[in-house]
T-cell receptor, first 114, second 115 residues
Framework: QKEVEQNSGPLSVPEGAIASLNCTYSDRGSQSFFWYRQYSGKSPELIMSIYSNGDKEDGRFTAQLNKASQYVSLLIRDSQPSDSATYLCAVTRYTTSGTYKYIFGTGTRLKVLA | SAVISQKPSRDICQRGTSLTIQCQVDSQVTMMFWYRQQPGQSLTLIATANQGSEATYESGFVIDKFPISRPNLTFSTLTVSNMSPEDSSIYLC????????????FGSGTRLTVV
């Protein structure tokens, strides 16, 4: 089992619809969760972070966290063609030496159809 | 958030040669991270570079293959040594992620092709 799992997609949604991206993780000790957007040929860009169970909204983006079920999701409302990108989920994993690492999923490719 | 200048942006190299990638940050940072992203894959941490100490390498990555320098709090280099086609990848430096709480800022990446 991968530490962070995402459906690779592509997830295709029509313009104006809600895009729902999901991510599951295996380490129950993870405390911080992030969503990155990566356009083709570009580096990842942080778009959302969430630390507590529930929803966190920022503009058209809503991150949802459920630690009991070990999943985190990203909703994009009013999807635009410019949202077409790969979305990477990342979670922290604390090591036995007291440091931490960020573990990335393989990403979900989103296509918003005009 | 920090701004990272990474270069070169891309290169095509002959097998057996080495390439050094540079990252310059516009502010002082304690830790810098080097990642590799192979085609269609996610980001894999190569090593963590702390100023004034040896880099910490992840499983599967060794210093002889990926030597790292961190001469000060704003600069780091990653060298890909004795390259083979399997090293063709995007290499990214990043900063941030303090205490495992904050997210990373990434450099623009170096797209390496080994022929």
């Amino acid at each position: 089992q991968k530490e962070v799992e995402q459906n690779s997609g592509p997830l295709s949604v029509p313009e104006g619809a809600i895009a729902s991206l999901n991510c599951t993780y295996s380490d129950r000790g993870s405390q911080s969760f992030f969503w990155y957007r990566q356009y083709s040929g570009k580096s990842p860009e942080l778009i959302m972070s969430i630390y507590s169970n529930g929803d966190k909204e920022d503009g058209r983006f809503t991150a949802q966290l459920n630690k009991a079920s070990q999943y985190v999701s990203l909703l994009i409302r009013d999807s635009q063609p410019s949202d077409s990108a790969t979305y990477l989920c990342a979670v922290t994993r604390y090591t036995t030496s007291g440091t931490y690492k960020y573990i990335f999923g393989t990403g979900t490719r989103l296509k918003v159809l005009a | 958030s920090a701004v990272i200048s990474q270069k070169p942006s891309r290169d095509i190299c002959q097998r057996g040669t080495s390439l050094t990638i540079q990252c310059q940050v516009d502010s002082q940072v304690t830790m810098m991270f080097w990642y590799r992203q192979q085609p269609g894959q996610s980001l894999t941490l190569i090593a963590t570079a702390n100023q004034g100490s040896e880099a910490t390498y992840e499983s599967g990555f060794v210093i002889d293959k990926f030597p790292i320098s961190r001469p000060n709090l704003t600069f780091s280099t990653l060298t890909v040594s004795n390259m083979s086609p399997e090293d063709s990848s995007i290499y990214l430096c990043s900063v941030g992620g303090e205490a495992g709480v904050y997210g990373y800022t990434f450099g623009s990446g170096t797209r390496l092709t080994v022929v």
